[in-house]
C-alpha cells in the first residue's frame, strides 16, 4: 500500500510521464532511416522517392524547391497545419513513406 502523502493520480501521473521519455540519443523510429529533417534523412527520403531528375537538374534534396516538391507529393502541409520544413512535417513524411 502507498503512503497517504501519494495519491494514485500522482503515481498514474509518474508513471505516464517516465513513460514517455526518450532516452537521450535514440531515434524515435525503429527503421533504418536517419533522423527526419536530417541531410542524410533527405538523401535517403530521395532514395525512396526519386524526385530529383538529374537530367533537368532539379534541386538538390533538402532544397526549398526540393521540399516544395515532396510536399506537392504527398500534400502534408495542406493537409495538416505544419509548414513545409518544419520538424514535425518530416515526421509526417517520415510516417507515410515508412508507414509507421
Not at 42 to 56: G, S
Not at 66 to 78: H, M, T
Request: charged share 20%; hydrophobic share 35%.
Amino acid at each position: 500500500m502507498l503512503p497517504r502523502r501519494y495519491s494514485v493520480v500522482t503515481v498514474f501521473l509518474s508513471a505516464l510521464s517516465l513513460a514517455g521519455c526518450n532516452s537521450i540519443g535514440t531515434k524515435p523510429y525503429k527503421d533504418e532511416f536517419p533522423e527526419p529533417c536530417s541531410s542524410d534523412w533527405f538523401v535517403e527520403i530521395e532514395r525512396e522517392v526519386n524526385l530529383v531528375n538529374h537530367d533537368t537538374g532539379r534541386p538538390p534534396p533538402g532544397s526549398p524547391q526540393w521540399l516544395a516538391a515532396l510536399d506537392e507529393k504527398y500534400s502534408v502541409a495542406k493537409n495538416t497545419s505544419t509548414e513545409i520544413g518544419d520538424i514535425e512535417w518530416c515526421h509526417q513524411i517520415h510516417q507515410q513513406l515508412i508507414g509507421l
